[in-house]
């Protein structure tokens, strides 16, 4: 029986993806969990993995489409099956016509003879030097060291798609080794010369955008409030030391995995805070699925440690370590975007003390973690040297109270405070 590949929903507030590319071909046999295609959404380029097994009968969008959310883009049936005349190509957008307004201006997009899509001429934008690629180009790009100024794109408006570039590095085989990227979040790259004392026009990117309106919605829709302690992070330094000595290098664990696994058991004792708000009621999730900021080019991500209450140190570290990579990347699952019950942002690699952060919606509560610095203490009546991480919690007041956040953190606390019971 044939079966239909729809978009899929890879966000709450996802309406619609680009077709960046099709992995698999018209005729092409399919397993179970091969990738079919690469989508575009506001927040990343991710992998479709096929739920079915069969041949790839018919492809009903091109690459570059728009297309909504549920709306067929495939046609998977068993080798041999014919199909009925009912099966059409979707109705889509090029990229270019999803552009010509706003996203939220709620007008019909208004085309104008100077965007139509010119295919045989490089993917940049004169009036703004605004270079057009897929996230997968620009990070390959990035990694062999090529000018997508020179690249001229095959996909809709010129866009510079992955397959643009097998000829520029064919072509370039001694290309200087690309220098190390920051991880700090920077704005979209103008390739225009800058005149000294002139301002620069920088167009928001998708993901910029897409951060933008939700945390907007945040601060105004959401009554935050704050409660900041720190904890005792001398033993917890001590015992990560110590396991690290014994595990591989690419196995290590980082300090954020015990606040994870600190943060998720800390849940279970007080669940109210591990909720969802529903029209009139509270969704109270079965799983704890922590959600881990990421820095990644233009903006940031939220990747998941699904039920990380049960899960061992080094099944934190193993999978938040890959999910991270992925993420940075530009190759992203559905599954490590999707699903957080509660979110954690540390800032301490930065030297940070401490910070507040927007809770990510429909979630109820979001930690901020600021950097375990050395300072003095007092013990037993002595002030002597120790070690302290500052710890903010931002709460949804409509789920929860300074009391009930008041306890986690002190729960939170404890256990990071006696780490090996997080090793137990």
Request: proline letters at 6%; aromatic letters at 2%.
């Amino acid at each position: 029986m044939a079966e239909t590949v729809t978009m899929p929903k890879l966000g709450f507030d996802m309406a619609e993806g680009t077709l960046v590319r099709w992995a698999k071909q018209q005729g092409d046999s399919i397993k179970k969990g091969d990738v079919l295609a690469e989508i575009e959404t506001d927040k990343a380029t991710l992998e479709v993995d096929s739920a079915y097994e069969g041949v790839l009968a018919r492809q009903l969008v091109e690459e570059g489409s728009v297309v909504p959310v549920g709306t067929g883009i495939a046609i998977i049936s068993a080798a041999g099956e014919e199909l009925g005349s009912e099966v059409k190509p979707a109705e889509t957008k090029t990229k270019t016509e999803t552009e010509a307004v706003p996203a939220e201006s709620g007008t019909a997009p208004q085309t104008h003879p100077e965007e139509k899509p010119i295919q045989s001429s490089p993917a940049v934008n004169g009036a703004s030097g605004r270079i057009f690629a897929s996230p997968l180009a620009k990070s390959i790009a990035r990694e062999e060291g090529l000018d997508l100024s020179r690249v001229a794109g095959t996909g809709p408006g010129g866009r510079i798609l992955k397959r643009d570039l097998a000829s520029v590095s064919a072509a370039n085989p001694t290309t200087s080794a690309p220098t190390t990227i920051s991880r700090e979040v920077k704005p979209a790259v103008v390739t225009t010369p800058v005149v000294e004392g002139e301002d620069q026009i920088v167009p928001l990117s998708r993901l910029r955008a897409a951060i933008g309106r939700r945390m907007a919605e945040s601060k105004q829709t959401i009554p935050h409030f704050t409660v900041t302690r720190s904890a005792d992070a001398e033993r917890l330094l001590g015992l990560r030391k110590e396991i690290n000595s014994q595990l591989p290098e690419g196995e290590k664990i980082s300090v954020n995995d015990f606040i994870v696994k600190a943060a998720a058991l800390a849940l279970r004792q007080y669940p109210n805070l591990n909720t969802s708000l529903g029209n009139e009621n509270l969704i109270q999730h079965a799983h704890v699925n922590i959600g881990i900021a990421v820095s990644v080019e233009g903006g940031l991500l939220t990747v998941v440690v699904r039920d990380a209450d049960v899960k061992s140190l080094r099944q934190i570290a193993g999978e938040s370590a890959s999910a991270v990579a992925r993420a940075r990347q530009g190759k992203v699952r559905p599954e490590d975007i999707e699903g957080s019950t509660f979110s954690v942002s540390n800032l301490g690699m930065y030297e940070v003390d401490e910070f507040s952060a927007i809770i990510n919606p429909p979630e109820a509560a979001i930690l901020a973690v600021g950097s375990a610095k050395p300072q003095p203490v007092v013990r037993d009546g002595e002030i002597v040297a120790g070690t302290r991480m500052s710890m903010t919690l931002s709460v949804d007041h409509r789920i929860s109270d300074g009391v009930e956040a008041a306890q986690f953190m002190q729960a939170l606390a404890t256990l990071l405070e006696n780490p090996w019971r997080l090793v137990l």
